[in-house]
């Protein structure tokens, strides 16, 4: 199985695609980013959803940095708790798992791992770039070890959807975004619009699903209530969405993505309206060289097919 680390703000979704990736890959540590709700609510989301899927124990969970490279004093990046609810699991509050976080820092697990791995490690970004960059800016020998990044991050010349320019894990941190792209590592980006397109779970979905009756059918039924009705009244979109766990089909199967292209990205960190905004230089206008591998198209029947076997292989 592929190593993996997985970089993660985790709520919402970020729960079913920790769930995806502990199925299909050998994932050596989770990493935690400041992002979508508070951190340590953040934390105990990702220790919690390592419980559900019966790894308790067997998958350290290390805390990274708490806001973006830029913030400055206590003034909080923008959380979302009305995306995913108060504790970003569907307002469920779970109990504690029982698993605590490591003492390691997030950035020297992921160098160290790397390091341990040469060419092995693929890195599953899920929430803002802020660990990875820092990773990156600490310890730079570790870019020719990385094997590559996938980025659940940016928007293919596409509505956003924190701003109408800017995708939230790239509009949280758009210098950490910047690092990353411009790495040299290899990667490929699956943009809020792929999630859109081909992701979106509507009420059939969801009924097939709860109809598999397994502890992960319950689970995913539990942390996507809050966020159904939220996509309804301001993305209106008829059904949940799942950028992070479509990022980790893609990941797990390349096959499903049937339609990419390498092209320039790059991310506006000033604007007035549009910090965050990926450019995608899609005829080559910069005159720069193809840095991203950007998805274009899923096949939707197929990830659907990948999200099942997940959830009901958690019983
Ligand atoms: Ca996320």
Redesign the pocket.
């Known amino acids: 199985m592929r190593r993996v680390i997985i970089d ?7 729960t079913i ?1 920790i769930l995806t990736a502990l199925h299909y890959f050998q994932v050596e540590g989770i990493t935690i980013t400041g ?2 709700v508070q951190f340590d609510q953040q934390v105990e989301n990702a220790l919690y959803t390592v419980e559900v899927a019966g790894k308790g124990e067997q998958v350290p969970v290390y805390k990274g940095h708490e806001g973006p490279l830029l913030q400055i004093g206590e003034k909080q990046h923008r959380t979302v708790e009305d995306v995913h609810g108060s504790d970003g699991m569907g307002g469920a509050n779970f109990a504690p798992a029982i698993q605590r976080p490591e003492a390691k820092h997030a950035i020297d697990f992921i160098i160290e791992t790397v390091h341990n791995h040469p060419g092995e490690i693929t890195l599953l970004a ?2 803002p770039l802020t660990n990875i960059a820092m990773a990156l800016k600490k310890d730079p020998t570790i870019k020719s070890k990385i094997r590559d990044i996938f980025i ?1 991050g940016g928007t293919n010349n596409s509505l956003g959807n924190i701003t109408p320019a800017a995708e939230y ?1 790239f509009y949280v941190d758009p210098e950490a975004a910047r690092i990353v792209l411009n790495s040299g590592i290899e990667m490929t980006m699956v943009g809020w619009e792929m999630c859109t397109k081909f992701s979106i779970m509507d009420d059939d979905d969801h009924e097939e699903i709860v109809n598999l009756n397994t502890k992960g059918s319950e689970f995913f039924a539990t942390i996507n209530r809050v966020v159904k009705q939220f996509n309804k009244d301001v993305h209106k979109l008829n059904g949940t969405t799942h ?2 766990t479509l990022l980790m089909a893609v990941a797990a199967d390349e096959s499903i993505m049937i339609e990419s292209h390498k092209f320039y990205v790059d991310i506006e960190t000033k604007g007035e309206f549009t910090r965050g905004y990926s450019v995608v230089d899609i005829n080559g206008r910069l005159g720069n060289q193809p840095n991203v591998r950007v998805c274009q198209a899923i096949n939707r029947d197929v990830y659907k097919e990948m999200l099942i076997d997940v959830l009901k292989a958690i019983n």
């Open positions: 993660t703000d985790t709520a919402g979704d970020d695609a992002g979508n899920i929430a659940m894990n950028p992070d």
